[in-house]
């Protein structure tokens, strides 16, 4: 069944979040993955990713790739989506091939798709300005089938933890050209990136699922195939489990380091103005966003739900525990 306007949107929340793995590793000792775990202590982050998504289509058309592993963290938190629209990994792939799995399936109920991929584990203040990018995003997509637009946002501060885009020469379309991309300069590299109109790579994406398909068959395109025909063997025989076979035998593969990198012209950037955008990716990641981010009020809490772990009552216990004075 294909989606109104053929918008479909990819939640990918298989992560394990392993830099972040000191603060959200509870009392019990039971390392909770950070999309599961909230900021303050209201819903997960990947119930506001999901928010994120139906901002931009239905449920019905809100997909997520989440891992076998991770089971009881997510089949609760995921009950609003329909059942097939759940896809798990037997494994651990790399982020390439937790992209590829769930795009193909995608592709199989709508070749005319066109997708965006939305990390589960991200924070945005301003979610209005981050919307009104993608639905321009996705608007291009309809006369630029073929692109393959990237979320570029102006950043907030020189952070040498984080992954930038050099835009290139604007394309007339109110988008530029990949010049190149830079993961994690140095900090005097990153003041220079920023002065000279660098953004924050934010692994948001918006594209065709043809045009993302045809990025992976240059990179691996005998994944490609392999997935595709397991994927075929599963659908005609449900008991095959012939994803869950080629699994164990399947390379791991990075979609930044093995799929983007070196592909460049096949990108646009769309640049995002600057909405409160955080990876959340290391513990002064998080320490900066709990001192800017207002705390929810209760009802608004019990409104949303509450996540398995707070990251900011992770943060005050470890600070205690060390005899930090703070948040």
């Known amino acids: 069944m294909a989606a109104e306007n053929n918008v479909w949107a990819l939640v990918l929340a298989a992560g394990e979040g392993a830099r972040l793995r000191s603060l959200t590793t509870a009392p019990s000792g039971t390392a909770v993955p950070k999309q599961f775990c909230s900021l303050f202590d209201g819903p997960p982050l990947l119930h506001e990713a999901l928010r994120r998504a139906q901002s931009l289509t239905a449920a019905a058309f809100t997909c997520a790739v989440v891992a076998a592993e991770h089971r009881r963290w997510w089949q609760g938190a995921l009950a609003s989506l329909p059942c097939e629209n759940v896809v798990v990994q037997p494994r651990n792939r790399g982020t390439a091939v937790g992209i590829l799995l769930p795009l193909l399936h995608i592709l199989a109920r709508d070749p005319r798709a066109r997708l965006v991929l939305l990390p589960s584990d991200h924070l945005v203040q301003q979610e209005p300005v981050l919307a009104g990018a993608l639905e321009g995003a996705l608007e291009q997509l309809v006369w630029r089938p073929r692109e393959t637009l990237l979320m570029g946002i102006e950043p907030e501060e020189a952070d040498p933890e984080l992954g930038y885009i050099v835009p290139g020469e604007k394309d007339g379309h109110g988008t530029r050209r990949v010049s190149r991309f830079v993961e994690k300069p140095p900090l005097a590299q990153t003041r220079e990136l920023i002065g000279a109109g660098a953004l924050w790579n934010a692994f948001i994406v918006a594209a ?66 600057k909405c409160g955008w955080s990876d959340l990716g290391t513990p002064r990641r998080v320490e900066e966003a709990l001192r800017r981010v207002p705390r929810p009020d209760a009802a608004a809490r019990l409104r949303s739900g509450v996540a398995f772990l707070s990251l900011a009552a992770q943060h005050h216990r470890l600070r205690a525990m060390h005899g930090i004075a703070g948040v």
Request: zero cysteines; proline letters at 3%; hydrophobic letters at 50%.
């Open 208 to 273: 065709s699922a043809q045009a993302l398909l045809e990025l992976f068959r240059a990179r691996i395109g005998g994944v490609v195939t392999d997935l595709q025909r397991a994927i075929a063997e599963d659908h005609a025989d449900a008991s095959a489990g012939a994803v869950n076979a080629l699994y164990e035998r399947l390379p791991v593969v990075d979609f930044s380091r093995e799929i983007v990198a070196g592909q460049e012209d096949a990108f646009r950037v769309v640049a995002v103005p």
